[in-house]
């Protein structure tokens, strides 16, 4: 069989243009499992944000653009490149949502006579809004212009000792330069979502200290997981118990995400007295709008203007050496038929 890898990230505009975020934003706002309301519904609430949005997230996205497009996908070229010369197999990229697409992707590879093919999602957690929809896309995409395809997902790696030794790794130097906090910025997802990714239907949110209480639910549990991630971080990184948080950032609507807040977190440690603050986060391997311009943008002034001294934001993987061979190590189990 002639293998190959396909990478896959969230996306992003092709610009920083009112036309070309409303596109994303609408692609991005109408998949069922990122807004999981009835279709009619769906369609009035996106309708309704897409006519003010657009606007200020380009307004967000000119603050981080680079002079080779956005960072997110600029920086997914650059780890997809630097796969590739280290692995015997194509590697694809593409974007759950927009440039360079999932379908363009699958078509070249199985032009290239690929029947073998290992997806590896740019998101170390399991999310119904991330994990989970770019692998239901993956897989109607395949089904669709390469039926003969045999698909094999990597599962989520949040706990997968390269990638927490990457993580590590990349947060090392900011460690060493001490600080009061360190707070675990996570994106955020509706409390609902978790309900509706339990298989147990009677574990997540239900359960008092849910998360800690060893369930099947943490298999796609997403909050369980972030808190996963936390404990072998600081675990290996050695950070003292009183000196780190884990909050959620970047919540949409009204209904009640997954808390504490990262807003409200970085005003209430500057007020306790936390002056100097260290923001990593964790769920993106990649900087993007979410950690560039909210965390180490607006995050960076709403501590400051509480009374906060000094604040640093740690970057995400990147192109961190670590993440590379990290990518490599599960390449290599998919090579050999160990995954």
Known sequence: MSKAVLLVNLGSPDSPSVADVR????????????????????????????????????????KIWTKDGSPLVVTSKHVQAALQQRVRVPVELAMRYQNPSIELAVRNLAAKGVDDLLLITLFPHYAMSSYETAVVRVWEVVAKVAPQMKLTVQPPYYNAPEYIEALVASAADFLKQGYDHL????????????????????????????????????ATCYRAQCLATTAAFVKL????????????????GKDPWLKPYTDYELVRLAQEGKKKMLVICPAFVSDCLETIEEIGMRGCEQFLAASGKEFTRIPCLNEHPLWIAALEKMISRFLAGKT
């Open 237 to 252: 990184a050695g950070v003292p118990k009183k000196k780190y948080s884990v909050s959620f950032q970047s919540r949409l």
């Open 183 to 218: 707070l675990f910025s996570y994106h955020g997802i509706p409390e609902r979502h978790l309900r509706k990714s339990d298989p147990t239907g009677c574990h997540c949110l239900k359960v008092e200290n849910c998360c800690e209480v060893a369930s099947p639910a943490h």
């Open 23 to 62: 596109r994303y934003l609408n692609e991005f706002l109408m998949d069922g499992r990122v807004l999981d309301i009835p279709w009619p519904l769906r369609r009035f609430v996106v309708g309704m944000i897409l006519i003010n949005r657009p606007k200020e997230s380009g307004h967000a996205y000119e």
